[in-house]
């Protein structure tokens, strides 16, 4: 196992350089940049596309000479101030020169500052990551609070009327975008236009600070509410089913029908025998799915429920061009994906010793 786990982690190395080829490579390509953003606000105009107009800018990689020319006469904006601008995001240096700082950068985890809000992209982050972090985790724990005893049921009652009904609303919920089940609970929960159950957005009260610790609990939950159940609709489908199929296959094996034959109780096999060794890949994809909830489901349910979360961030540098915030974030983010990879891995032999991947990959 130990030499499994060296080998993965020396992966971890290429696949990161991997990603950032890609979205460096793509960056290059995408029109507007940091510069056309200050110009369009210089403008008034306020967004960078609002005053945007053919040509790659300065995020495709065009010379100094012939992006101070492009500015300048679309703009009326003295070249002067062009270059200044180049050189206050460093983009006057060439993109392959460019892409080699940021790696040697990132290296030693220095991810920059933020072009826009002056602030270290990694306090930017780790000010942003509790918020996404408990999304994710009360939305995983949720999910498997549901999912666990609903799928025993259903393969304990395989073919009847409930396993029939619950897996129609299953499959329902899976095919209903996040998004969608977000809006239709602002709409009907939020004051849209029925109930006005829970708040609009923001994950605390403005007057949380004064609240007592149970005010403050009931308040968090109170916010937090709307939005797990959106995040939570996706994963609670897949678990469901996978207990199930997990606990079928179990069912049916020999060991079961043994303890049977040797007179033991229905429950007592159930929950003495099959219940650990079909929780095994149940148990051992928690931080997979945890991490799937945290990516997947972080930018659209933190822009529409307005949580200042690192879905919420990565959105807005995004669109203002903030590229030490989108570079950094891609990086953390892979990184923290490949390591919980790693995790669930070891996990599953925790979980299970009979498993050798080891033996798997050779």
């Given amino acids: 196992m130990a030499a499994y786990i060296l080998r993965r982690l020396m992966l971890v190395i290429p696949t990161l350089f991997g990603i950032m080829v890609v979205n460096f490579t793509l960056v290059q390509f995408v029109p507007g940049g940091p510069v056309e953003q200050i110009i369009a606000q210089m ?60 790696l040697w950068n990132y290296a030693r985890f220095d991810f920059g500052e933020s072009y826009f809000r002056k602030i270290d992209v990694t306090d930017l982050v780790l000010e942003k990551m509790p918020v996404s972090i408990s999304l994710g985790l009360w939305s995983t724990l949720i999910a498997y609070l549901i999912s666990i005893p609903m799928g025993i049921r ?150 529409i429920f307005s949580l200042d979360g690192l879905g919420r961030l990565g959105f807005e540098a995004a669109v203002a061009r903030d590229y030490p915030v989108i570079f950094g974030t891609l990086f953390i983010f892979g990184l923290m994906s490949l390591v919980v990879g790693i995790l669930s891995d070891i996990m599953y032999v925790l979980v299970d010793p009979r498993i050798d991947f080891e033996k798997r990959e050779g």
Avoid: C
């Fill in 154 to 303: 259903k393969a304990l009652r395989d073919g009847s009327r409930f396993d029939t009904w619950t897996s129609g609303v299953i499959i329902a919920a899976y095919a209903i975008p996040s998004f969608l089940f977000a809006i239709m609970l602002l709409v009907l929960f939020a004051g849209g236009s029925y109930w006005q159950l829970f708040p609009l957005r923001g994950l605390t009260s403005d007057n949380f600070e004064s609240l007592s610790l149970m005010g403050k609990a009931a308040d968090y939950a109170w916010h937090i509410a709307l939005p797990v159940i959106a995040s939570t609709i996706g994963a609670f489908a897949t678990l469901t089913l996978l207990t199930k199929n997990s606990f079928l296959d179990e069912i049916k094996k020999q060991y079961v029908i043994t303890a049977r034959a040797k007179g033991l109780g229905e429950r007592q096999v159930l929950y003495g025998h099959v219940f650990r060794n079909a929780m095994l890949i149940v148990i051992a994809g928690f931080p997979a799915v945890f991490i799937g909830i945290f990516f997947s489901g972080s930018l659209i349910i933190e822009t």
């Fill in 43 to 102: 403008q008034g105009s306020g967004d960078v596309f609002e005053g945007f107009a053919g040509g790659g800018g300065d995020a495709g990689g065009a010379s100094a000479i012939d992006a101070n020319d492009s500015y300048a006469g679309r703009q009326g904006l003295p070249p002067e101030l062009i270059v200044e601008l180049q050189e206050q995001f460093g983009l006057d240096k060439p993109p392959l020169e460019r892409f080699g700082l940021m």
